[in-house]
């Protein structure tokens, strides 16, 4: 049994409401929900958690080495664009990592096409929508069965 964390950057919280052109319809506790359900059917735990503060996503990163979180799945959202510092708190708790995005932020505007995180993550989904989410998680559990 392996143990997930799902992180949400700013403005996630807003899901269902805000621009849903560019994110859905859909609300973060239902993309929640879905996670969690298909990991307690592929017989993993899973734990989720959303700020609008950088120092909180820090926070629950540090303390997901000492839970035995064996990986990441992160939208930074915004963060991904401007934050070295969750970059460090990444790189320091060495968790293997999925970035993921709702939108494909590569037909968005210039700035949202550089990431701080895509080089240390183990991969990158974008432009899926919620399925962005559960297309890294089926990829993470992957990942994790063929290592063993």
């Not at 409401?17 to 969690?36: D, K, V």
């Not at 963060?79 to 999925?98: E, G, K, M």
């Amino acid at each position: 049994m392996a143990k997930f964390l799902t992180l949400h950057g700013p403005n996630l919280n807003l899901l269902g409401e805000r621009e849903p052109g560019h994110y859905g319809s859909e609300n973060l506790e239902a993309i929640n929900q879905t996670l969690a359900e298909r990991c307690k059917t592929a017989g993993h735990e899973f734990d989720c958690f959303q700020s609008n503060a950088e120092h909180q996503l820090i926070e629950r990163i540090h303390n997901s080495r000492t839970e035995s979180t064996d990986f990441i799945i992160f939208n930074p959202a915004a963060f991904t664009h401007t934050s070295v510092a969750l970059r460090d708190a990444l790189l320091a708790v060495n968790i293997p990592f999925i970035e993921v995005h709702l939108s494909n932020v590569h037909k968005r505007e210039s700035f949202r096409a550089h990431s701080y995180f895509s080089d240390i993550a183990e991969g990158v989904i974008c432009g899926f929508g919620k399925t962005s989410y559960t297309l890294a998680l089926d990829a993470a559990i992957q990942m994790l069965d063929e290592k063993g």
